[in-house]
């Protein structure tokens, strides 16, 4: 065979080789729109650690922090990848929800298909214990006749919004509400606010001095089972601060597959059961049919929320 002959069947074979490599055969990166350290990035730790096991490929945590508008940047790292399934997103609701609906063209039209949704943030509005109430119905009565300062973390959060809705729906006005950049036990203690949206995890030291009035969460955070959850005091409000897989649409179904393998394993593993033990926070598997169905009803609740807060 002539040397052109030999060098030409040789990049068909390698090329036929390449068509053929079955998913994953180069490193993964899981996209996370924030900073290093909190629930998401844990658990995304976790799975990546999980599918570099499984797999043996490199896969990692990238951290891409947006700014006071949303986690986007992330985000649109994610839309601008190949379908292949080796850039995947993992965000909050605010994304899928939110992302393509603003002027982010990136993100516009709706880019993204769940592969699961894997935790809930435990959110919830709390007081101190000495507070003259001790129910989101009491808080009512009260905020008709008193000023009650609300803390929150800002008002794009889903928590914040919720919070703000539900005082709307009872009849009242929070007398003033301020965003901060910690909500703990401090807080309520400095008599700074009346009133928190915060994470369970930040009160945990002090969980015996405050009251926990409900959860803005699917459904009761074990840690505290009294409080109700806020689709069980209002259910034009039932929704919570979530986080999930996602990958861009075209992204093949036997690549999803994978990936929904591991990271379902995972977030049902003891050790990813142990952090919502000791957080509050809620963590399941929820698969894509249902993820998809979910932020569909999310979707129309949040614009529900947001007519009413106009």
């Not at 998401?40 to 650690?49: F, Q």
């Not at 979530?242 to 394993?265: C, H, M, S, Y």
């Not at 399941?284 to 049919?289: F, R």
């Amino acid at each position: 065979m002539r040397p052109v002959a030999i060098s030409l069947a040789a990049a068909l074979a390698l090329t036929a080789g390449s068509a053929l490599a079955e998913y994953p055969e180069k490193p993964v990166s899981f996209i996370v729109p924030w900073p290093p350290g909190d629930l998401e990035d844990v658990l995304t730790r976790m799975i990546a650690e999980d599918f570099q096991e499984e797999y043996g490929v490199a896969a990692a945590v990238v951290n891409k922090p947006g700014g006071g508008g949303g986690p986007f940047p992330g985000a649109i790292e994610v839309a601008n990848a190949p379908a292949d399934g080796y850039t995947i997103g993992s965000f909050v609701i605010g994304v899928p929800v939110l992302g393509h609906q603003i002027d982010i063209p990136p993100l516009t039209p709706a880019k993204f298909d769940p592969l699961g949704i894997f935790l809930t943030y435990p959110f919830v509005i709390a007081t101190s214990g000495d507070a003259p109430y001790s129910s989101m119905e009491e808080l009512a009565a009260h905020a008709r006749d008193n000023d009650v300062a609300l803390g929150h973390f800002g008002d794009v959060l889903t928590p914040t919004q919720v919070t703000k809705a539900f005082a709307r729906n009872a009849g009242f006005d929070w007398g003033s509400d301020a965003a901060f950049d910690a909500l703990d036990c401090n807080t309520l203690a400095s008599g700074d606010a009346d009133v928190i949206n915060t994470t369970l995890q930040l009160i945990l030291p002090c969980l015996d001095e405050v009251k926990v009035l409900v959860s803005i969460t699917d459904e009761r955070i074990p840690l505290v089972p009294d409080a109700p959850a806020i689709g069980e005091l209002d259910d034009t409000l039932d929704i919570a601060l979530w986080n999930g897989l996602f990958v861009t649409k075209d992204t093949p179904q036997d690549v999803r597959d994978k990936i929904i393998a591991v990271a379902k394993e995972t977030v049902m593993s003891d050790r990813a059961q142990a952090v919502a033990a000791e957080t509050g926070a809620l963590v399941y598997w929820q698969g894509p049919e249902e993820s998809a169905q979910r932020i569909g009803t999310d979707t129309d609740t949040v614009a529900r929320i947001g007519t009413l807060l106009e």
